[in-house]
């Protein structure tokens, strides 16, 4: 069964300094790779996704994302971080259903504090 | 484009009585799903449909129960409520593409039960 971890439940940045959220994940097969954000009271926002190719995906709002077989994992960056940032930000990994598209398992998720 | 469109917003009610959660899918995606996040936590799997079919099925109690209409919309049924019930439905669809697919989520319904 596939799993994720998302080892920070909380991190604090400045506005105008970077972020990296970790994410490791256990699966069996080449994943599917996915960040959501969730701001409150919202549902979830796809930030960007990873199938295949280039390890490192753009995503929207400035965010990239870099796929490591190697250690399992997916960590999202952002070079600056803007006040808007602030919200939680969940990993998924997709698991295909026959003929039906992906199942995703989510971390627990990081919460994002943005000081100004 | 209307994107995907969830009813109620928020709803209250109490232990061991039934609720109904609705959905409409993006214009065009047949697959619809479901999940439920608990406060605190990241979203857990509850149901695929695709085609009116059920597809998968999370570890979820048969309280839990869904369908896919014709036109592709869906409803989430919960019997028998239960305070740890008490969560963000979130409904999601996708168009199939290669197999590999992206969800696109609703707003979700907040269920609290007293």
């Known amino acids: 069964a596939q799993s994720v971890t998302q080892p920070d439940i909380h991190i604090t940045v400045s506005e105008g300094a970077s972020l990296e959220l970790r994410c490791n994940y256990s699966?069996?097969?080449?994943?599917?790779l996915f960040w959501y954000v969730q701001s409150p009271g919202q549902g979830l926002q796809l930030l960007l996704k990873y199938f295949s190719g280039d390890t490192l995906v753009q995503g929207i709002k400035g965010f990239e994302a870099e796929f490591k077989r190697s250690q399992s994992s997916f960590n999202l960056r952002k070079p600056s971080v803007h006040w808007s940032d602030a919200a939680e930000y969940f990993c998924a990994v997709g698991a295909l259903i026959k003929a039906a598209g992906n199942k995703l398992t989510f971390g627990g998720g990081t919460r994002v504090l943005v000081k100004p | 484009d209307a994107g995907v469109t969830q009813s109620p917003t928020h709803l209250i009610k109490t232990r061991g009585q039934q609720v109904t959660l609705r959905c409409s899918p993006i214009?065009?995606?047949?697959?619809v799903s479901w999940y439920q996040q608990v406060l605190g936590q990241g979203p857990q799997f509850i149901f695929q449909y695709y085609e009116k079919e059920e597809r998968g099925r999370g570890n979820f109690p048969d309280r839990f129960s869904a369908r896919q209409f014709p036109n592709y919309s869906s409803e989430l049924n919960v019997n028998a409520l239960l305070l740890g019930d008490s969560a963000l439905y979130l409904c999601?669809?996708?168009?199939?593409?290669?197999?590999?697919?992206?969800?696109?989520f609703g707003a979700g319904s907040r269920l609290t039960v007293l």
């Open positions: 699966y069996g097969a080449t994943p599917y």
């Open positions: 214009s065009g995606h047949k697959s």
């Open positions: 999601a669809s996708s168009s199939l593409v290669s197999g590999a697919n992206v969800l696109t």
